[in-house]
Nanobody, 125 residues
Framework: QLQLVESGGGLVQPGGSLRLSCAAS?????????CGWFRQAPGKEREGVSS????????KYADSVKGRFTISRDNAKNMVYLQMNSLKPEDTATYYC?????????????????WGQGTQVTVSS
């Protein structure tokens, strides 16, 4: 059974940091899969945050998180990560991990094949 499971969300003060993790099971993260992180706040559409290609050599970020968030992956461990620094209240959302069959980075949710259930990130003082 193909599955993505996110962890690492929580409540953090503005300016703080969190590291999200995504564990893949039922398939192998390899040269055939690009992965990404997305988020959805209440009443808003799901938006792409970051994407990383199959070998980790290419990444893409939404303008709103550039310079603050870093995506990475460890294919040997079947894991994808999102390091989030300098968090702002507007980063509050449910964060989803997703992967797609194909090597290229993209922030378009419809192009992804596998999705996790999400982890809540709340930035508040």
């Amino acid at each position: 059974q193909l599955q993505l499971v996110e962890s690492g969300g929580g409540l953090v003060q503005p300016g703080g940091s969190l590291r999200l993790s995504c564990a893949a099971s039922g398939f192998t993260l390899d040269m055939n899969h690009c992965c990404g992180w997305f988020r959805q706040a209440p009443g808003k559409e799901r938006e792409g945050v970051s994407s990383i290609n199959s070998n980790g050599g290419s990444t893409k970020y939404a303008d709103s998180v550039k310079g603050r968030f870093t995506i990475s992956r460890d294919n040997a461990k079947n894991m994808v990560y999102l390091q989030m620094n300098s968090l702002k209240p507007e980063d509050t959302a449910t964060y989803y991990c997703a992967c797609r069959r194909g090597p290229g980075v993209t922030l378009v949710p419809a192009l992804y094949d596998y999705w996790g259930q999400g982890t809540q990130v709340t930035v508040s003082s």
